[in-house]
Nanobody, 132 residues
């Protein structure tokens, strides 16, 4: 049974940085994908970033260049470093995982993340309010 637990988020001012972590148990990095989604008030859940089993990553256009995924396999932990946060980034951020080696797909040079419905394992979510 996969269990995911996110670190607490916290309030951040626009332009600030925050690092979220997701500790995983019962999870095999070598054969699975993992990542983050977020849900803003009144909006649908959207993908933020995914890391595949081969270490390849895909980011949402809205966070490219500002957010970075990394893994510490020894600690079974996934990190999301968020820099230059913007008020529109205010959302509940949730860690997710699934037992597929790839959870992204590419077409004509553009890569996208699978939808939230693809993922069977979720953390409890952590709110990240970004104030202007």
């Amino acid at each position: 049974q996969v269990h995911l637990k996110e670190s607490r988020g916290g309030s951040v001012q626009a332009g600030g940085s925050l690092r979220l972590s997701c500790a995983a148990s019962g999870y095999t990095y070598s054969t699975s994908c993992m990542g983050w989604f977020r849900q803003a008030p009144g909006k649908e859940r959207e993908g933020v970033a995914i890391i595949n089993s081969d270490g390849s990553t895909v980011y949402a256009d809205s966070v490219k260049g500002r957010f970075t995924l990394s893994q510490d396999s020894a600690k079974n932990t996934l990190y999301l470093q968020m820099n230059n946060l913007k008020p529109r980034g205010t959302a509940v951020y949730s860690c997710t995982a699934e037992g597929y080696p790839f959870c992204t797909y590419c077409s004509t040079g553009y890569c996208s993340m699978y939808s939230a419905a693809t993922f069977g394992y979720w953390g409890q979510g952590t709110p990240v309010p970004v104030s202007s």
